[in-house]
């Protein structure tokens, strides 16, 4: 089993920059594809970023590309999430999610679940 922890949302004006972080313990993450989604009010949650740690394959959703990327640390096993340029419509809560042996960025195929942390993007 594998148990993630997430932290580092807040609140942060259009054009800010957080950084999320999602601790993972059990398995290390390299034997996972890591992702992150977010989930807003009334709206179903959406990918935003995934990536396979043995390939380094890595999707992302076009409404984040060249602002947000994924990045870890191999030392803690940590998985971040740097968003740059946030824009009020990144509001939402955002996740990180672990799949064992497959690759994708349907929600569905995760099989781990951090609890979730808030960005909240003013204009």
């Known amino acids: 089993q594998v148990q993630l922890v997430e932290s580092g949302g807040g609140l942060v004006q259009a054009g800010g920059s957080l950084r999320l972080s999602c601790a993972a313990s059990?398995?290390?993450?390299?034997?996972?594809?890591m992702g992150w989604f977010r989930q807003a009010p009334g709206k179903e949650r959406e990918f935003v970023i995934v990536r396979r740690w043995s390939d380094g394959s890595t999707n992302y959703a076009d409404s984040v590309k060249g602002r947000f990327t994924i990045s870890r640390d191999n030392a803690k096993n940590t998985v971040s999430l740097q968003m740059n340029s946030l824009k009020p419509e990144d509001t939402a809560v955002y996740y990180c999610a672990a799949a064992f042996a497959k690759y994708g960025s349907d929600p569905a195929i995760f099989d781990y679940w951090g609890q979730g942390t808030q960005v909240t993007v003013s204009s």
């Open positions: 059990g398995r290390p993450f390299s034997m996972y594809t």
